[in-house]
């Protein structure tokens, strides 16, 4: 190689050591319980208790002990053929959502279950009335205090599971 292009060749070599090491030392802060990263947590929390601050209802605190069971329930889920089923007996109120893996993420889930406030029309929970509206009032609904979520991957979709303690979604009550 001519010597003319040598101090080129070590500037690019620099430039990418340089940015991979950078890249290294800053990993993602871990949420408490799952795997999602502390920025997500934040998400997932501003997303929710922006919708519970919009019916007057209190903020969700993280739990980790609900985002724990949130954690083995997404990786329950992606080693089942991603099929989206609620669990039993954890005591908690859920929420799931799946999509392509690159193109979703948890912002997105908490956009899609907010969006069902669109078909609530207000009021008790009434059987037979709560198709299409659950993961909303979930959400906001009035005695759940804790929220804690995880993230899951299964070929190449994305899980989110979002656990909420107490529990909602009581028919004959109200959410908020």
């Not at 669109?118 to 009035?142: A, E, F, P, S």
């Not at 979002?162 to 028919?171: I, S």
Request: proline residues 5%; charged residues 20%.
């Amino acid at each position: 190689m001519p010597t003319r292009y040598l101090p080129h060749c070590l500037a690019v070599l620099l430039l990418s050591t340089c940015a991979s090491a950078s890249a290294q030392q800053t990993p993602q802060a871990k949420a408490p319980g799952s795997r999602l990263a502390t920025a997500e947590v934040q998400t997932l929390l501003r997303e929710h208790n922006r919708a519970r601050a919009a019916v007057g209802v209190a903020p969700l605190q993280w739990s980790a002990p609900v985002a724990k069971t949130a954690q083995r329930w997404a990786d329950h889920l992606a080693t089942s053929s991603c099929r989206m089923q609620h669990s039993r007996g954890s005591g908690y109120g859920e929420n799931l959502f799946i999509g392509t893996a690159g193109h979703y993420g948890v912002k997105d889930a908490a956009l899609a279950w907010e969006q069902e406030k669109r078909l609530y029309r207000g009021g008790v929970l009434k059987v037979g009335k709560t198709q299409g509206i659950g993961h909303y009032t979930q959400m906001v609904w009035r005695d759940t205090r804790r929220l804690g979520c995880a993230r899951s991957q299964c070929s190449n979709r994305v899980i989110v599971v979002c656990n909420y303690e107490p529990a909602g979604n009581y028919l004959g009550k109200a959410p908020y």
